[in-house]
Nanobody, 125 residues
Framework: QVQLVDSGGGLVQAGGSLRLSCAAS????????MAWFRQAPGKERQFVAT????????YYADSVKGRFTISRENAKNTVSLQMNSLKPEDTAVYYC??????????????????WGQGTQVTVSS
């Protein structure tokens, strides 16, 4: 089992940057594929990015490709999301997520077993 704690959200102007972090508990962090999702008011939770255990494989939603970068530091049990060139439509609560099993592209929230509490990102125009 793993527990996730998200942090790093805030208010930023359009074009700005933020870096989200997710701290994981437990000694088997490398067993998990990690991901970031986001959820805007009145909308379904949306896939943002995912990364495999080593960090060698990543995948992004088209809406964030080229602007966001997911990374992980296994020695510190953390996964991060660097967000650049932020747009007002990026405004949402961002959630860190984890799932066990082999690496594959998994973009549905139902495929993930563990979730952080979420961190609010607000981008003003």
């Amino acid at each position: 089992q793993v527990q996730l704690v998200d942090s790093g959200g805030g208010l930023v102007q359009a074009g700005g940057s933020l870096r989200l972090s997710c701290a994981a508990s437990g000694r088997t962090f490398t067993s998990y594929v990690m991901a970031w999702f986001r959820q805007a008011p009145g909308k379904e939770r949306q896939f943002v990015a995912t990364i495999n255990w080593s960090g060698g494989n990543t995948y992004y939603a088209d809406s964030v490709k080229g602007r966001f970068t997911i990374s992980r530091e296994n020695a510190k049990n953390t996964v991060s999301l660097q967000m650049n060139s932020l747009k007002p439509e990026d405004t949402a609560v961002y959630y860190c997520a984890a799932r066990g099993g082999a690496w594959r592209l998994a973009g549905a929230a139902s495929e993930y077993d563990y979730w952080g509490q979420g961190t609010q990102v607000t981008v003003s125009s």
